[in-house]
C-alpha cells in the first residue's frame, strides 16, 4: 500500500534533487601544500581533509585542487601562463604538468586509503582554453562518474591555448566552471583564512570577517585579502572574480577556511561554519 | 625568382605531407616493465628506449604504452574489466588507473630527461567505451599537440564505458584507433619478440619469421605467437586484430623486437629492421 500512495513523479523528483545537489569543493594549493617550500606537500592537511570528506558522507561531490608549491614554481620559471613563445618552453610545460600529477596523485591516494572513491581526471586532456579563460570542455565522463557515485578529482594544470598555444588553468576558474556548467548547489573554497575581510586582518585591527556578502553591494566594499607568498594563477582577488562567476548562475559560495580542522566537514554537511557566504 | 617559381600550392602540400607523415610507437607493457613483477618498471628499457627515439629525431610521433605489471595485476584483481559489478570495484579502478599514471609518470620523466618533449594524455580523461570499444574520443588536443611539437604519450588505461559502467581499454586498441583516425603512416608495434612466427619458434624449431604479412592470406596461415604470463587486455592474439584494423584503413603496421636495442629507433627512422610488416 505505501508503494501505491508514492506516485512516481516523487521518486523522479527526489531523483532530481539527488542529482541538483552536487557539491564543488576548491581546495587551495596553500592549504594541501607547504606554499614557500616547492615540491613540498603538507601531508597532515592532506590527510585530515581527505577523512573530513569521508566523514562527512557527502554523495556528489567534485574536488579540484591548487598546486602550490607544486605547479607555481616550475609554472613561473618557464612562463608558461603568457603563452608559447620557444622551443625551450615545451619541456616546462610538461614538467609543470608533471608536478600538477605528482601533487594530485598525493591527493587521490590519501583519499581512496580512507575509502572515498576519488579518480583523477587530467584537465589538460580535456580542456582547450582560448586566451586564459576554458573554452571547450565535455563534462559527459564527469557527469558519468558522479552517477556512479565517483569523486572526480581535477586541479590547476596547464593547458592548451587557441591563441596563447598553452597557458595556465587556475583550479578556481575549473571550479567555477563546473559549478556553473554541473548546475551545482554549492561551491566551498577551502582557503587559509578565515574568509573574506573588509580589510588586511594583519595590518588592520579593526578589519572584520564578511560572514555575508551580496554580490551587487561588491563595488562598495574595501575588500583586502591576506596574500601570502606567490601564485602566478591570480591569488585571491583572482579567486573571488571566478566565485563571483558562479554565484551570477545562481551557486552559493562559501569561503572556508580549510587550515581549520572540521571547517570543511562542517560545510560539507551544511552545518553553520565561521566563513563568509557569497550570495548574488 | 626562386620563391616565384615554387607556386604555393608546393608548401601546402609539403605541409600536409609532414602532417600525414605521423608515426605512432606502441610499447609493449612486457618490454617497459618486468612483466613477472608486481608493480615492477624496467627503467634500463625504458632509458634505452627514450634515447632511441630522442636519437631518432622523429618529429611526429604519439607514443601509446601498455600496462605491464603496473595495470594488469591490479585490474585482474578487482576484475575492472568485465564492468561494474558492485561498489567495492569503485576503489579497485581507481587503484588500477593510479597504477598506470605511476608507470607513464616514470616513461614522462625518462623522456623528459632525454629532451623528448612528452606529454601525458590519460585516456580515462577524455575517452568513453562501448560494450569496450572507443565510442567517443575527441582527438583535438592530440591534434594541437602534433602541431605544436609535443609528443603525446597515452597508455592503457581504466575508462567508462556506456554498457559496463567501465572497462580496460587496451593500449592497443588505443594505438591503433589513433593510428585510423590521425591518418598515421605507421603503427610500430615495440613488443618483446622477434614479430609473428608461422609457429611458435620455443616449441617448434622449424617455425619462422614471417617478414611480410598480407592481410589478405591471413585465414591461410597458422598464426602462433609466443605469449608469456598473463594479459588481460588480450596478450598477442588481441594485439594483432587491433593491428588488422589499422591495416585495413591503409596504415603500415610494423611490428618489432623492442628489447633488442636500437631496433626502435632505426624502425623509426625508416631503416629496415627484422620484423614483420603488416599490408592489406
Redesign the interface.
Known amino acids: 500500500m505505501e508503494r501505491h500512495s508514492q506516485p512516481t513523479y516523487h521518486t523522479k523528483e527526489s531523483k532530481l534533487k539527488a542529482k541538483t545537489k552536487l557539491t564543488i569543493l576548491k581546495l587551495g594549493g596553500s592549504v594541501i601544500t607547504e606554499k614557500e617550500k616547492p615540491l613540498t606537500p603538507n601531508y597532515k592537511a592532506i590527510k585530515r581533509l581527505s577523512r573530513e570528506i569521508k566523514e562527512s558522507n557527502i554523495k556528489k561531490l567534485v574536488i579540484v585542487h591548487g598546486g602550490g608549491s607544486f605547479g607555481h614554481p616550475i609554472a613561473k620559471k618557464y612562463d608558461i601562463s603568457s603563452g608559447?613563445k620557444n622551443?625551450k618552453q615545451?619541456?616546462g610545460?610538461?614538467?609543470t604538468?608533471?608536478a600538477m600529477?605528482?601533487l594530485n596523485?598525493i591527493i587521490?591516494?590519501s583519499l581512496?586509503g580512507e575509502?572515498v572513491?576519488?579518480?583523477?581526471?587530467?584537465p589538460?586532456?580535456?580542456i582547450?582554453n582560448k586566451s586564459g579563460r576554458i573554452w571547450?570542455i565535455?563534462l559527459?565522463?564527469i557527469r558519468?562518474?558522479l552517477d556512479?557515485?565517483?569523486v572526480p578529482v581535477l586541479y590547476g594544470d596547464t593547458v592548451?591555448d587557441t591563441d596563447l598555444?598553452?597557458t595556465i588553468l587556475s583550479g578556481d576558474q575549473i571550479a567555477s566552471k563546473l559549478a556553473i556548467e554541473l548546475k551545482a548547489e554549492r561551491l566551498i573554497f577551502g582557503v587559509d583564512v578565515d574568509g573574506i575581510f573588509t580589510g588586511d586582518p594583519k595590518l588592520d585591527p579593526s578589519a572584520k570577517l564578511i560572514e555575508n556578502l551580496k554580490l551587487s553591494k561588491i563595488e562598495k566594499l574595501n575588500l583586502d585579502f591576506s596574500v601570502r607568498g606567490f601564485d602566478v594563477t591570480g591569488g585571491m582577488h583572482g579567486k573571488f572574480m571566478e566565485a563571483f562567476e558562479a554565484v551570477k548562475f545562481g551557486v552559493k559560495v562559501f569561503v572556508v577556511n580549510a587550515r581549520k580542522p572540521n571547517l570543511i566537514k562542517n560545510a560539507l554537511m551544511g552545518l553553520p561554519v565561521r566563513g563568509t557566504l557569497i550570495e548574488f
Chains 1, 2 share one sequence.
Open positions: 608559447l622551443e615545451l619541456l610545460f610538461s614538467e604538468h608533471m600529477v605528482e596523485k587521490i591516494e581512496l575509502g572513491p576519488a579518480v583523477p581526471i587530467s589538460l586532456s580535456f582547450i571547450k565535455d559527459e565522463i558519468r562518474l556512479m557515485d565517483f592548451l598555444g598553452f
